[in-house]
């Protein structure tokens, strides 16, 4: 929608303003708005919603092994000390 109407207001900014007017919404969200669009076309530099996404997928499989691990390192520690304890047969 901004792309398409920003020849009528001349510049970026305006057409912003005048459709979060319009929207009944702060210039805040459809800046970034336009600001996402272009980044994801290419256009403009920076990380894409698919990348964002996979990033988070990512960071949140890390947590995940990285309790599983702390929950092994525990249980190991547990087990190694419980065959100290046993009596020699």
């Known amino acids: 929608m901004v792309f398409e109407q920003e020849r009528r207001y001349g510049s970026r900014w305006e057409t912003i303003r005048a459709i979060a007017q319009k929207l009944g919404c702060p210039t805040e969200a459809p800046r970034n708005w336009v600001k996402r669009a272009e980044i994801d076309a290419g256009r403009v ?14 960071e949140r499989e890390i947590s995940e092994l990285r309790r599983a691990n702390e929950i092994l390192r525990k249980a190991s520690a547990f ?5 100290l304890d046993r009596r020699p047969k």
């Not at 530099?45 to 990512?58: A, F, N, P, Q, W």
């Not at 087990?79 to 065959?83: D, G, H, L, R, S």
């Open 79 to 83: 087990f190694a000390q419980a065959e």
């Open 45 to 58: 530099s920076g990380v894409t919603t698919e990348e964002r996404s996979r990033i988070k997928d990512l």
